[in-house]
């Protein structure tokens, strides 16, 4: 039985590099119609309210997505119940330390403890 993978979709780029680079970037994307976005800012917990009651789940999900993962993928990985991931993620569970340092070592991430 093939298991259901959910990938998240992109709808922006971010470039970084040199001024003359970032303009040849610029006109090429508009010619390909491109826009680019606006500088308003939105705050975080406006775009995610989640954040106030459960960011530790929220960057862990964030992160996940970012890394293009999948629960499955990041449950192999680092050895922790595909389940146990939702429920963290979910904020049902608590992430703990050791599962923290897995995760970050699974995720790339310098500091575990921005899971706990």
């Known amino acids: 039985m093939l ?58 999900k964030g992160i996940r997505c970012r890394e293009d993962m999948t629960q499955v993928e990041l449950s192999e990985m680092t050895g922790i119940p595909r389940r146990h991931i939702s429920e963290m993620e979910s904020g049902k569970r608590p992430v703990g330390k050791e599962n923290a340092k897995k995760l970050a070592a699974a995720l790339g991430v310098t500091d575990y403890r921005m899971f706990l």
Do not use: C, M
Request: charged share 20%.
């Open 3 to 60: 298991e259901h993978t959910k990938r998240h979709h992109t709808e922006s780029v971010r470039f970084y590099g040199s001024p003359q680079v970032l303009n040849k970037i610029r006109k090429y994307a508009s010619t390909a119609g491109a826009v680019e976005a606006s500088s308003d800012s939105i705050p975080a917990t406006e775009l995610f309210p989640e954040l106030v009651t459960n960011p530790q789940g929220t960057y862990l």
